[in-house]
């Protein structure tokens, strides 16, 4: 049976309806799953292994049969560990079905059929009885639950439910305890991807409006590879400290909670980004840990496993202060089911505080629903911003009439400081619409820049006033763009206005140029290579899987990867394979290129890594990739 669905074109702006067949989302669902990078990381594979053979030898000598719960099985390696150490009988949950049937394939293929059950329920719905699921509590909880914030999986209902109802009281777990630390940083870079910094244009300042600046932001945890972000660009305001840690051999609460940590800032400046990460004991002694710290806090940090299912965690706080060194500082955790959120005290604050702890942050101003994280450090980016200033100056004359496409875009306010006769935006929002007016009012200009929530084939020269645009303007960017030439939007709008521009307009960008470099990957490719073996047993069954979903459609399709956090290796030059011109309509028939290109070192291609570069003038370009020749990126 087929389903049509509707989904947004990021390309032409338009509604298509797409002939998919009934599979589409089970197939999508599981090439886009992360099972093979947990696989391939052998840490945290090596330490769940010790972890399970401890607390099956502590059950055993305590003269008990090994009964045990592997909640989220995934391909049931934990439980094949566990009957592989000596557990009796082990009962492995796995809620999503198509996993749970390559599980079963996966247990049968390596001969513990007899001793591992394969249940297909989320674990809340799972019954202990004679005719339960389960015919006895078990006395060894495993777990895999985990997600870079530790709890965004809804780790701790799972817990709380599995103590109540699944297991035996004074069981064994693996692993153990999970340990959150934090470190309060002053960061520019970070700080950059949470508020607007002011922006000077023409000797004239840009603020930003007070509302952002007050908003606590988004509340969704940034979660990035920390050990890609260098050292030099923050500053430790005080210790790491430990926030708190989770028994999961005992009783676990979901319900709301709060920890502090109480230190001596040990240098002055901004107090603005919390970093965190954590640790798993696999046993009671802490003698097996497996840690998500970044690289560089190793000794050695080339020794630091490399994993993608969890990174690193970086919290904005609700609002920037100022510390003094040696000043008594306390920083606050809270947490509820899904999500934690940090907060910062001084002495003098906390004694004098009554008020309850924050809420979760919650987005007040807007802005940080129209932008997002990349977004903000794009605005922020003064080079970036520069080069867009530098091209509008450019082209701009006193009797300019502009007009801006691209969402929630501060071109419109650079154009009208530059000295526009007339300019104009159009926004595909109006919560967009609605920031970029906040903008103009803290900068005394409502009303300057006319916003217009109208789609570019709707616009007529009456929305005009009669006039027609001679400098059509675009960064571009639009929030529904995930791929390089989804920003081409830019060009079929550009096509539809074609009758409201003079003759002689200017179009900035004036072209764009797509372009390519074949790459090694230092760690990214494991996301979608095969695992065959793991830790001794096959689970060919799940690659086989993996890959006929992939083949199914998104194989065929390319993936967005912020590829800062992932280093590699130009195997070839970078090449502009495709030439966009913007000063032209969108030609009727398909444009096509084909050829070849020759590698300049030894190594194993991964795979293409592309991006645009957009030409705004002759001689000013803007790329959204390399910043850098491929001789400087090796």
Known sequence: MKTFCGRANPTTGALDWVEESEEYDYHQEIARSCYADMLHDHDRNEKYYQGIRAAVARVKARGEKVIVLDIGTGTGLLSMMAVTAGADFCYAVEVFKPMAVAAQCIVEKNGFSEKIKIINRHSTDVTVGPDGDMQTKANVLITELFDTELIGEGALPSYEHAHQNLVQEGCEAVPHRATVYAQLVESELLWNWAQLQPVQVEGAHLVPPSAVCRCAGAHSVCDIQLSQVPPHSFTPLGPLCTMFSVDFSKPVSSAFQSHSSQFVAQSGGRAQVVLSWWDLDMDPSRSIVCTMAPSWTYPQPKIAPWRDHWMQSVYFLPAESRVTKGEELSLTVCHDDYSLWYSLQSHSQQDSQTEALPSRPCCTCQAHLVWNRPRFGELNDRRRTESYVSALRSVLREDSVCLSISDGSLLPVFAHMLGAKKVRGLENSRMSKGVIEQVLE??????????????????????????????????????????????????????????????????????????????????????????????????????????????????????????????????????????????????????????SLPFIRIGRCHGVALWMEYHLTDDITVSAGLIGPVSEQV
């Open 442 to 595: 803290a900068n005394s200009m409502k009303g300057v820049v006319e916003l217009l929530e109208i789609r570019p084939e709707q616009l007529t020269s009456n929305d005009l006033g009669g006039e027609q645009i001679s400098v059509l303007m675009g960064e571009p960017y639009f929030s529904t763009s995930l791929l390089p030439w989804h920003s081409l939007f830019f060009w079929y709008c550009r096509t539809a206005l074609a009758g409201l521009l003079r003759p002689n307009a200017t179009i900035l960008p004036c072209s764009a140029t797509l372009h390519m470099v074949a790459v090694e990957f230092q760690d990214l490719w494991r996301i979608r290579a095969p695992s065959g073996t793991c830790e001794g047993f096959d689970v060919t069954p799940m690659d086989e899987m993996v890959q006929r979903s992939l083949d199914f459609h998104e194989s065929h399709e390319a993936e967005p990867h912020p590829l800062w956090e992932y280093p590699c290796r130009a195997l070839t030059q970078s090449t502009a394979v495709m030439t966009f011109d913007f000063t032209q309509c969108v030609p009727k028939q398909p444009i096509s290129s084909q050829g």
